[in-house]
């Protein structure tokens, strides 16, 4: 029979999942092995060819692995909570979970159509509270723990709090809030409930506190960074603005010396690694302290606020700098729009330029203020700081390329040594002071030597590194600056108010959070009336009714009025997916996220394949999640992923037809083929690429694609359209997505595999071109053929494999070994035409050569291998625990040449001779050979020379 591909994948489909042939065993013999994937967020548009690709290569690897004896866990599930679902639900009032559930049902048929050998006994779901409970459970110890520098972990809050009882506040040294409370042991004793906790939120590693967020009013939420594109959402393109909130905060920033050193430890794609090094943005340098001097200017007008013991803001701007030693050229001092201070450093007059610079920052999200370095803006405060080794007077002014969450949201500006700085003095004509004889450095060619600083008082004479050292003893000794590591990266924030996200486990007791008991987890999900924010602007959570926390308390004392408000904002879309990798493990435990036997089993994941866009999100939260999870001794790797791939993205190739304008410029209904457009006046239209094949459009389709194109003409060429070609992103509005569905309906999922890997490297994205994939599918039933008689009957011979199958047998073992193992799966699809091409010539149709190829290849097209051992008895039921064959590099040693026979110097034929043959023998089996002597016409040759290895000629 021929090929039946259809039938062939339905039945072996519907055979692993009867059987749960991929289920990985908890505890084994073999050595685990733990393949994953970035799960996908189920969207209703289902998957185009471009999302299985990273999947495809995955499962390639698992299958392979298994084959090789490793007890492979590879499991799906789905990132499920999110914007989408949740801006549907906002259209149509139809709850999130319902689309969730109805996407992720399509999603699941598609991916199984496919041919996974996913172990989906251990799928989840962000979604479903038997995940989330363990979400919410993971906030909770990060709520009740703190990061104590001295031994470079977190601890207990408890430890810190029984600390505090000893000692009072002498002797913590922790990642924290920069303004806390110097207390003994007995003042910390006599502080009320409140005075304490209050306390101990400024040393949670995670915590409230009023931040600077991407604010969406259409949306009414926060939003991440990669969530807005030049000051718009990307869902739906509505105006984001900087707004200050009080906000949910993690403290990553407590792991970033751990989250750096750690990347020298895993085996990650360097341009990835190098991402998350300049996120993380590790400095040395040191901190300044400018005095504020006065607002409002110089002279009797001024205000001083030396004097002034009204509030309790700090007296000072500090700064971070890298390059401490040119403080000395410091001319002016830059603030963020959003600076704490901005508001009491502006004076009356100064107000309307501040105010209405601040309205156009709000506008701008932070990566389009960090990317806009041509730009020169900013508005002066009116008021002064003093430099602290000089005294001189120096204005503060406020500029958008300055960020409130990055260092100290100030800087000192030096426009002699910046080239920022010097446009914006130059653009405000503030003045450029040179601290630096540039001269002398262009003389000697080295800006370390002596005598390099000028106008620098006791630097000058100093080398770089001397007068570095002298500031900040300077600096220390006044107590006005110190030596200090500064980090980039901040802490991150954890609230969106949404209502499609996991519930925040506290509750709020006098203005202060608590969490709720760990036996009322999981905090569900409230139903609301509708998914928007209130009437006040309240998160949609604020609709629920009769939504308030009872302890325990006041449930067994049965008090009426002892309610508190929970937390309204949920958790962000990477709360769910920061430890999923671990619920895989034991995904259906209710006791515990996963339990110790689990953990210690699967360890870690050997094989993570997903995208670069997720470097700084997802990747980063993961590995700071992971190692606070090892610090409370829950899991034992510090760090997650051991190995991670890139996958590259497969591109839409775009198709374009030609409308012809008429002399008015109005576009007509006919369209002109791509080579004639030179001839006229035409404009381009996106075309469905479904309808086009091989460049070439389907005519009565397009006149069915629009109802305006059921009268469309046409100007050919040689009889047929041609179309337009672009690569572009895939995408509907360009009508270049491309359906597994339909690839599949027509040429199988084993085609689709093979020819999704046959398109290029994996880490390299490239233009999906349906214009090759026949040759794939032709190749699968080439292999197919080798199994059967010209009659399609299934025939294979037992006698023994002669050498030539045997070399073109282990050549393809050794080469597909080889490509799997460096993840080079486009080139062993080429191997394998290659290998079957040489079986074909070679009319093989042995048993035990083509066994061993159906399971080289079952790891790229599993369905027609599966069929195929069937077919040759092996009636266990699957190959996909089959040993891998054994490379015999013995079959490849060559005990033969093609000897180039040449008479007089032309070449006349080839003869296979023994390499182990000396000249002479070599000379006499080449006379023996009867085409020879036709050659030689009867002659007797003169001379033979004989290149052993290369040539043999005659002169005759």
């Known amino acids: 029979m021929d090929y039946q591909f259809k039938d062939i994948e339905q039945k072996w489909q519907q055979f692993w999942a009867q059987n749960g042939t991929f289920k990985a065993e908890d505890k084994s013999s073999k050595p685990k092995y733990y393949v994953l994937d970035m799960f996908p967020y189920p969207s209703g548009a289902g998957l185009h060819v471009g999302h299985p690709l990273g999947y495809i290569a995955s499962d390639i690897f698992a299958r392979y692995k298994r084959l090789k004896g490793f007890n492979v866990l590879h499991p799906m599930g789905y990132d499920s909570f999110g914007l989408p679902a949740e801006q549907y639900a906002i259209q149509t009032g139809q709850h999130p979970a319902i689309t969730t559930e109805d996407n992720i049902a399509t999603y699941r048929r598609q991916l199984d159509q496919i041919g996974f050998s996913f172990d989906w006994s251990r799928e989840v779901r962000t979604s479903s509270p038997d995940y989330y409970k363990w979400t919410q459970w993971i906030f909770m110890q990060l709520f009740n723990s703190w990061y104590n520098k001295d031994a470079a972990k977190a601890e207990s809050i408890a430890q810190l709090v029984a600390h505090f ?28 409930n409140q005075e304490q906790q209050s306390e101990l939120l400024k040393y949670r590693l995670t915590y409230l506190r009023e931040s600077t967020v991407n604010w969406c009013p259409a949306l009414g939420t926060v939003l991440a960074n990669d969530e807005v594109k030049d000051g718009f959402s990307e869902r739906g393109g509505y105006p984001v603005e900087q707004k200050k909130m009080m906000q949910w905060s993690m403290r990553i920033t407590a792991y970033a010396e751990r989250l750096l050193q ?13 991402m998350q090094r300049n996120w993380i943005g590790k400095s040395t340098g040191a901190s300044v302290k400018f005095p504020i001097s006065v607002i409002g200017g110089v002279g009797s007008e001024a205000r001083t606020r030396t004097s002034d013991h009204t509030t309790q803001k700090p007296r000072f701007i500090e700064v971070f700098t890298t390059r401490v030693d040119t403080i000395f050229g410091v001319t002016f001092l830059v603030i963020a729009p959003e600076h704490e201070l901005v508001a009491s450093l502006t004076t009356p007059e100064q107000k309307a330029d501040i105010d209405a610079y601040i309205a156009v920052t709000k506008k701008k999200s932070e990566l389009d203020r960090m990317a806009d370095a041509k730009t020169v803006s900013g508005a002066f405060t009116g008021s002064y700081v003093l430099n602290p080794l000089n005294g001189q007077q120096i204005p ?20 002699s040594g910046d080239q920022r700085d010097y446009l914006f003095a130059k653009h405000f004509d503030l003045p450029i002071v040179p601290i630096i004889d540039i001269q002398k450095i262009e003389a000697e060619a080295d800006p370390t030597k002596e005598g390099t600083y000028i106008n620098s008082e006791f630097m000058n004479g100093l080398d770089y590194k001397a007068g570095t050292a002298a500031v900040i003893a300077k600096l220390e000794a006044i107590g006005a600056g110190k030596a200090k590591v500064n980090f980039r990266m901040r802490d991150a924030i954890f609230g969106r108010q949404r209502y499609w996200g996991e519930p925040v486990p506290v509750y709020f007791k006098e203005g202060l959070p608590y969490l709720i008991e760990e036996s009322h987890l999981p905090l569900l999900l409230p139903e609301v009336d509708k998914y928007l924010p209130t009437e006040s602007g309240e998160p949609p959570l604020a609709r629920a009714e009769n939504w308030s926390y009872k302890s325990q308390e006041s449930r067994v004392k049965n008090q009426d009025d002892a309610a508190y408000a929970y937390e309204l904002s949920t958790m962000p879309g990477w709360a769910g997916s920061s430890w999923y990798w671990f619920r895989y493990m034991d995904a ?57 791939i890139n996958q590259g993205m497969i591109q839409g190739r775009s198709n374009f037809v030609y409308r012809l304008i008429d002399e008015e410029g109005r576009g007509t209904n006919t369209f002109v083929s791509h080579g004639l457009i030179k001839e006229y006046k035409t404009s381009p239209l996106h075309v469905d690429v479904n309808i086009v094949e091989n460049e070439i459009l389907n005519l009565d389709k397009f006149k ?103 070399k073109s047998l282990h050549k393809i073992i050794r080469k597909v070994e080889e490509d799997i193992e460096r993840f080079s799966f486009n080139t062993s699809v080429s191997s394998f035409m290659i290998a079957v091409n040489e079986l074909t010539d070679l009319k093989c149709n042995n048993r035990a050569v083509l066994q061993d190829m159906v399971i080289i290849l079952s790891s790229y097209a599993p369905h027609i291998c599966e069929e195929l051992w069937t ?24 005990d033969e040449f093609a000897y180039p026979i040449s008479i007089n110097g032309k070449m006349k034929m080839n003869l296979n001779i023994s390499l182990s043959l000396d000249v002479k023998e070599i000379e006499t089996a080449v006379l023996a050979n009867a085409d020879v002597q036709k050659y030689l016409d009867g002659k007797a040759p003169k001379k033979v020379i004989v290149v052993k290895g290369r040539i043999v000629n005659m002169v005759v």
């Open 588 to 644: 259906h435990n209710d006791q515990e996220f996963a339990s110790p036997e689990a953990i210690a089993y699967w360890k870690d994941v050997d094989l993570y394949i997903g995208g670069s866009e997720h470097a700084t999100g997802h990747l980063l939260y993961s590995r700071f999640w992971n190692k606070f999870l090892k610090d409370i001794g829950k899991v034992g790797e510090e760090e997650p992923f051991k190995k991670l």
């Open 165 to 192: 009882e000893q000692n009072g506040s002498v002797g913590i040294n922790a990642v924290c809030d920069e303004e806390i409370l110097s207390f003994t042991a007995d003042e910390w004793k006599v502080m009320s």
């Open 704 to 806: 069915k694609f629009r109802p305006e194109f059921e009268t469309a003409e046409f100007i050919l060429e040689n009889g047929k359209y041609i179309c337009g070609v672009e690569v572009e992103k895939m995408s509907k509005s360009k009508f270049n997505v491309v359906n597994p569905d339909d690839i599949i309906g027509r040429y199988g999922a084993d085609t689709l595999r093979m020819y999704e890997m046959f398109l290029g490297p994996l880490e390299q994205s490239k233009p999906w071109n349906t214009n090759g994939i026949e040759g794939v599918f032709k190749f699968l039933r080439k292999f197919w053929r080798l199994f059967h008689n010209d009659a399609w009957e299934f025939s294979v011979s037992g006698a023994e494999p002669s050498k030539a199958e045997l």
């Open 396 to 415: 503060i002014w406020i500029a958008d390329y300055v960020l409130a969450g990055y260092g100290t949201g100030a800087v000192m500006a030096v426009p």
């Open 871 to 894: 077919l040759l008895g092996n009636q266990a039921g699957t190959l996909s625990y089959a040993p891998f064959p054994k490379f015999n590099s013995s079959y490849l040693i060559e």
């Open 262 to 274: 750690g990347l020298d430890s895993i085996d990650w794609p360097e341009p990835l690694k190098e």
